[in-house]
């Protein structure tokens, strides 16, 4: 049976709403097969404390996104910067080591350059695996938002290299370039897809002021419920997250909305009724 999972993303945000005992408070709250925690920024200075909290939580944390400046460091082509990124990758995998977390998700390239320095991100691909292989951690690459290609030809221009990869599939960003349909449509993409990330799209990421937008699951210009059918029947089961926050702008959650979102999840995979 195909695994849902809730992004922890969905209640909580960078930088004011991080509070690690606020997103235990949150997991427990919600009902899933388990979550993806997001390790953020703020935690660097006291990593051991706060996965100390969040092992004896009694949630089940089965992924770890791993934290986004990463990316953006590997492909800046400073060699300091580099540096850097990969030291905090080796911190994330001995983050998800101490929690048992044996999955870990990587923005590869990331945001404000995206892909205009993809060469220099994928020349520290085989690094940042080697610093996962060595904690005993699956390395997942997610598609993200480009600005000089497209998701998916980065992701098989990947695979190609490392046919063994793992690959993470974010259903916004597949839809902000017209590839939702494609990423399935691909024999290499759906064997190296092991995990997807559930939001809605309708052509915008910002709101008018300039700040991030997401779309819950059912809402937007996307047959999301098709899409998920059709991933849940897959071979290989890949696990799906919802990613959609429900963090509302002075810091509190809708958690009745992120229950929604799950159910929707769940009735698109056959595995709930839908909800009147």
């Known amino acids: 049976m195909t695994k849902i999972l809730c992004s922890t993303g969905a209640f909580s945000r ?22 993806e925690l997001i390790l953020y920024p703020a935690w ?13 939580s009694g949630v089940r944390w089965m992924t770890l996104h791993a934290e986004k400046s990463i990316g953006p460091l590997l492909g800046s082509g400073d060699r300091d910067n580099a540096a850097r990124a990969l030291r905090r990758l080796e911190a994330n995998c001995s983050f998800a080591s101490q929690l048992d977390i044996p999955f870990l998700v990587l923005h590869l390239w990331g945001m404000p350059d995206s892909d205009r320095n993809i060469d220099t991100n994928l020349s520290y691909l085989d690094e940042c695996l080697m610093l996962a ?109 919802l990613e959609a926050t429900s963090v509302r702008r ?14 929707f999840i769940r009735h698109a995979t056959g595995t709930e009724p839908k909800i009147a």
């Open 44 to 56: 660097y200075d006291r990593l051991d404390e706060v996965a100390d909290l969040f092992r004896r």
């Open 133 to 241: 292989e060595a904690h005993g951690i699956e390395l997942s690459i997610e598609t993200i938002p480009c600005l000089e290609s497209s998701p998916l030809a980065h992701i098989r221009r990947i695979i190609s290299t490392f046919p063994d990869i793992s690959i993470t599939l974010d259903s916004e960003f597949l839809a902000m370039h017209r590839e939702l349909d494609a990423a399935l449509q691909h024999v290499d993409v759906r064997s190296a897809m092991r995990h997807v990330h559930i939001k809605g799209f309708d052509g915008m990421m910002a709101n008018p002021d300039g700040s991030r937008r997401y779309l819950h699951p059912g809402q937007g210009t996307i047959d999301l419920s098709s899409f998920i059918s059709k991933v849940a029947e897959l071979s290989q089961r890949p696990s799906l997250c």
């Open 250 to 263: 002075d810091g509190n959650v809708d958690v009745d909305q992120v229950i929604a979102d799950l159910a």
């Open 14 to 35: 960078d930088p004011d709403v991080t509070f690690p005992d606020h997103i235990v408070d949150m997991a427990h709250r919600v009902t899933c097969d388990g979550f």
